[in-house]
């Protein structure tokens, strides 16, 4: 409906580049679980490559992957590439109680009205604190939140620094536990998903 362009064409387009080996596999991002699934019909069809890859926004208050599309990328045996694990910052602490550091990124792009919504901050600040009471840094609390999922194959982190880098890294040491993930889902449970 209004003016998209049909699966199969683009489908048809994407058979062409790894026919040529311009590309060898197809990755989605931003993508329905309506969506995904018509690529995988007109795949099964023999138009194009079979989808490898969905690259989506997922993290603490976005946890939106869960209701749909987790259930097709595991039956459709589809990789899971989130994306935005720190919620552009926001699940750092840095910008708690409305604080924009110089040179952040909310400061220098404004970009983050995704994580500006109604109720945002008082639930990031929520999430934040919860990460404090576990003696961590909310950035590694956020990142081995979704390291932990068993949904994901890899999650994209981002980093400005290697000190940020090392952070996000040494999330997959964290041993996510029982305790946490009744604490998140607590949370999760009173405010669902503010920023989708």
Not at 51 to 71: I, K
Not at 92 to 113: E, V
Not at 144 to 159: D, E, H, K, L, W
Request: charged residues 20%; contains cysteine; hydrophobic residues 40%.
């Amino acid at each position: 409906p209004g003016g998209e362009t049909p699966v199969a064409e683009t489908l048809a387009v994407f058979d062409e580049l790894v026919k040529a080996g311009k590309i060898r596999h197809l990755g989605l991002s931003n993508e329905s679980s309506w969506g995904v699934m018509r690529f995988v019909f007109e795949a099964e069809k023999a138009v194009g490559p079979r989808v490898a890859s969905l690259q989506n926004a997922y993290n603490l208050v976005n946890r939106t992957f869960e209701v749909n599309l987790a259930e097709v990328c595991e039956r459709e045996e589809i990789g899971f590439l989130p994306y935005s694990p720190l919620a552009q910052g926001y699940l750092t602490g840095k910008y708690d109680h409305g604080a924009r550091p110089q040179g952040s990124r909310s400061q220098l792009f404004n970009r983050g009205q995704r994580y500006e919504t109604p109720n945002a901050a008082e639930v990031l600040l929520q999430y934040n604190e919860l990460a404090r009471s576990f003696g961590m840094e909310p950035a590694l609390f956020a990142n081995a939140y979704v390291a932990s999922r068993p949904f994901v194959t890899a999650n994209i982190v981002g980093a400005t620094t290697i000190a940020q880098l090392e952070t996000a890294l040494s999330s997959v040491d964290v041993t996510w536990t029982e305790e946490m993930q009744k604490a998140v889902d607590a949370i999760h449970q009173r405010v669902g998903n503010p920023c989708p």
